[in-house]
């Protein structure tokens, strides 16, 4: 809650500004985890704050540590200070004991409280304090401190409004609003943090995120500062309403303090009815209060039902309207001619309706009340609007009729961002409040599941290496999207329209792309939930997963950030969202690109499995990453990169054929599978996957489970698991690549097709103990070359604005002419089967294809093993 302005005066009181140093290092970007975690490292131990490390966007944490984020990005409370006592964050009582322990009876107090505070003294330093004793001034020069803040800038709005912008010790600064009236009546808005976490969508102030904590001496020094520079100038200050940045009852303590000070009759002497205190809603500390302090509440509400609440201030998920309304209910009934004040914040078309008033009516009966009606103040990035001026009466009039009292409250200050809702400066900070929703995300036990999920499931069988997690992959994904916006961002950011929003909204769609993702990389999806009749995708459960994590940790994201994250996610061509209705669709087109396939999470799994796993990877993202150029809405590369693009299909490709989909790997995956199904009706794998509570505790430790698990029940899927341990494999024993021309018809090969194909023999073969793995590689978009078929568009140079597709006649003759394989294999579950089942697989291709397909023989040794 707040006040803030555009301005026409501005006066310079002080030169006070932060400078912060960095060491010559850091003029290059971050290229290497290690650098990236020294320099992170530097700024921790040097108490820099965090987003003063990021001249610009782009790529900081890309694969660091989230304990090392949490602790750059963490908030401190208290700013460093030196040794001296903070006249003004006691109150008299605490001042009184402090001047007697140093020797002083208790009128020496009353009279430096007085000249802090009252007789127009207002006293900031040593010399003021006149008609005190001087050995008394000598000990307080030693050991007082008088001021909390010193005054940065002060601008003036048309209608006479003060923005007042004080640094603290910290370099932080906060703002503070001076609202005189005709009346004779002068109104100080005081801050309580720098920030906000309550993250309203309204306010300006919540895009900051939560700094720290104003001291109390910080919050009572705004009010002495107010009253000693503008006294003179726009009357006596009467009135003092904590509404300025942050939320006062999250900082209770000192905001409770400060207020006893502010209303103390030898004081500023100000009128407990004349001290606000606002609050959006925290129920706990609004029972304290209350209890512990005669100053009046105003309480935001804006909202009469929780779904709109919910939507437009966060805190209402944790403290509903229902539990906020029916304490007030009870607290107000043993406070005597004591009314709350509610302020209504109107935004068109979200809280204005004629509905709206008479739910109002109902909410607040019982309620010692007043109504504020307050117009919206817009700012940068909002896309609300405020309600006419005829509605507002309308909506008011209503709630007259209704016996309710309540006032309209007129904008002052709004032309220089010093309106309601409009303090605070949240283009620097507001790095650091999404650094927060991501660390947030990142250390929930929901998202480190992803460190037990191996990217390649069973593959590390067969290459050592590969052992990474979807964890790292989650992040490097993380790091890829964020530098691909920027990219487009530094190049053709006003042209577009690109916004922080829009970068850190990519960046988290990539963070948590795969936090839906179930055991053993795509096997569990693809393999072995279809073979007990289930039809599930990852990218569905991831997000059900994201709703899940922001309600079972409380995270306090704006619900358009996640409802974009959400269709970023799913924007695939196997999920493809209403792109009709969705702006910057080229956004969407960098996580999961449903267009063309070209995305950043290919990117990362592409050059990381390759490097796993031994093999060499020519594809170079970088060349895309750093030409790439948005045309008529879709991103669009540089016609001389057609190779490029080649190699990142080819180079899936061949990770597909050597090793996602290896022999030995796809015998291993078929024996986890028969585990599976197996163990299901004992487990209820298949059932944890309906709700996010359940399958989040679902990962590839369900192997080790099942081999462990004593019971008899399991005793066939755990003597598969033993093998696999054991190398006692399902047996290769063929494979044929089906020819291209019967492609597009051939149907999926199974072990009854295989049994049928058997000839009289001395053994008669078991569709239990065949097993087939039909295997279809592709350059992504089946028969089609990725690079004519898939609307892959083009560019010239960067000075041209034509876009074209690239035909198969214009492009190297080297490429292939054909896009897509399919291989059927054969296994025999049981090792003196392999000859039988091989003489079965060449009768199935002779009967099917009309010749025998296969390239070579089983071996004899095979066959007698």
């Not at 020069?141 to 010790?169: N, P, Q, V, Y």
């Not at 000070?261 to 706990?284: A, D, N, Y």
């Not at 990035?381 to 006419?388: H, L, P, W």
């Not at 997690?469 to 964020?482: I, K, Q, T």
Request: hydrophobic share 40%; net charge positive; proline share 3%.
């Amino acid at each position: 809650m707040e006040t803030g302005c555009m301005w026409v005066k501005r006066v310079r009181t002080g030169s006070n500004s932060l400078q912060l140093m960095k060491p010559s290092s850091m003029a290059s970007p971050y290229t290497t985890t290690q650098t990236a975690l020294t320099h992170l490292h530097y700024y921790h131990q040097h108490r820099i704050s965090f987003p003063c490390l990021i001249p610009k966007p782009p790529n900081l944490i890309s694969i660091l540590s989230p304990r090392l984020l949490s602790t750059a990005a963490s908030i401190h409370d208290n700013p460093k200070r030196s040794s001296k006592v903070l006249l003004k964050g006691m109150t008299y009582i605490e001042l009184e004991k402090w001047v007697q322990s140093h020797g002083y009876r208790p009128g020496q107090a009353l009279m430096l409280w007085k000249r802090l505070y009252g007789d127009g003294i207002w006293a900031q330093r040593i010399d003021e304090l006149e008609g005190l004793n001087k050995d008394f001034k000598k000990m307080l020069s030693k050991h007082a401190e008088f001021m909390a803040l010193s005054l940065k800038d002060m601008r003036i709005a048309s209608d006479g409004t003060r923005k007042l912008l004080f640094t603290m010790d910290d370099g932080l600064v906060i703002e503070t609003v001076v609202i005189p009236c005709d009346r004779g009546r002068t109104t100080v808005c005081v801050s309580s943090q720098v920030g906000c976490a309550m993250n309203c969508q309204f306010c300006y102030t919540g895009r900051m995120g939560l700094r720290r904590h104003l001291t109390t001496a910080e919050i009572v020094d705004q009010a002495v500062f107010a009253r000693r520079l503008l006294s003179r100038e726009v009357g006596s200050v009467t009135n003092v309403v904590f509404m300025g940045m942050g939320e006062p009852l999250h900082n209770v303590e000192n905001v409770i303090k400060a207020a006893d000070i502010m209303v103390h009759e030898q004081g500023l002497q100000f009128s407990p009815r004349k001290v606000t205190i606002s609050t959006s809603g925290l129920v706990p500390q609004l029972k304290r209060f209350l209890h512990e302090s005669n100053c009046s509440l105003a309480v935001s509400l804006n909202a009469t039902t929780d779904e709109i609440r919910n939507w437009i201030m966060p805190i209402n998920r944790k403290y509903k309207l229902g539990l906020l309304l029916e304490t007030l209910r009870e607290e107000l009934q043993v406070k005597h001619n004591y009314k709350v004040l509610f302020e209504y914040v109107m935004l068109s078309g979200v809280n204005d309706s004629f509905e709206d008033a008479k739910r109002l009516i109902d909410l607040v009966q019982g309620i010692p009340c007043k109504i504020n009606l307050i117009s919206f103040n817009s700012h940068s990035g909002s896309e609300f609007r405020s309600t006419s001026e005829e509605r507002m009466i309308e909506f008011r009039n209503i709630l007259a009729e209704g016996g309710c009292t309540v006032f309209l409250r007129l904008s002052r200050g709004d032309d220089q961002m010093a309106a309601c809702g409009q303090l605070g400066k949240p283009v620097k900070l507001f790095i650091c409040g999404f650094l927060q929703i991501f660390l947030k995300f990142i250390d929930t036990e929901q998202f480190q599941r992803l460190r037990d999920l191996k990217q390649l499931g069973l593959a590390h069988t067969v290459y050592p290496g590969a052992v990474h997690s979807r964890f790292e992959h989650s992040l490097g994904v993380y790091w890829l999207a964020g530098n691909a916006v920027h990219t487009i961002a530094n190049h053709q950011g006003l042209e577009l329209g690109i916004e922080h929003f829009d970068i850190q909204t990519v960046k988290l769609a990539g963070l948590l792309h795969d936090v839906g993702h179930g055991p053993f990389s795509h096997v569990f999806e693809r393999e072995f939930l279809p073979r007990v009749g289930i039809k599930w995708s990852h990218e569905d459960m991831s997000v059900d997963m994201i709703d899940y994590i922001v309600d079972e940790h409380n995270i306090d994201v704006d619900p358009e950030i996640l409802k974009k994250v959400k269709e970023m996610i799913i924007a695939s061509s196997e999920h493809p969202s209403q792109k009709s209705t969705r702006k910057k669709n080229f956004l969407y087109d960098i996580v999961a690109n449903g267009r063309n396939g070209i995305d950043v999470d290919k990117f990362d799994y592409i050059v990381r499995d390759s490097r796993a796993c031994g093999l060499g990877c020519n594809f170079q993202f970088q060349r895309l990453t750093e030409t790439m150029r948005v045309m008529d809405d879709e991103i669009c590369y540089r016609a001389k990169d057609y190779l490029t693009i080649h190699k990142l299909f080819a180079t899936r490709a061949d990770l597909h054929r050597t090793v996602y989909t290896h022999a030995k790997v796809k015998a291993i995956e078929l024996m986890l599978i028969d585990s599976l199904t197996k163990a299901n009706n004992f487990l209820h794998i298949s059932s944890s996957i309906q709700q996010p509570a359940d399958f989040w505790k679902i990962d590839d430790s369900i192997m080790k489970t099942i081999e462990t698990d004593p019971r008899p029940e399991l005793k066939e899927a755990r003597d598969l698991i033993l093998r696999i341990k054991r190398r006692d494999l399902y047996q290769f024993c063929n494979e044929f690549s089906v020819p291209k021309e019967k492609m597009e018809y051939f149907k999926a090969v199974t072990p009854e097709d295989i049994v049928c194909s058997q000839k009289s023999g001395h053994i008669t073969l078991k569709e239990e103990d065949v097993a087939v793995s039909n295997v279809r590689i592709d350059l992504t978009r089946g028969k089609d070359n990725p690079l004519q078929s898939i609307n892959c568009l083009k560019f010239q140079d960067y000075d041209s604005n034509e876009k074209f597709t690239i035909r198969d006649d214009r492009i190297s003759h080297l490429l292939p002419a054909f896009y897509q394989d399919m291989i059927v294999r054969v296994y025999s579950k049981k090792p003196e089967l392999v000859e039988a089942v091989s003489e079965a697989f060449v009768n199935f291709q002779y009967k099917t294809l009309g010749m025998k397909a296969q390239v070579h023989a089983t071996p004899e040794k095979k066959k007698h093993r």
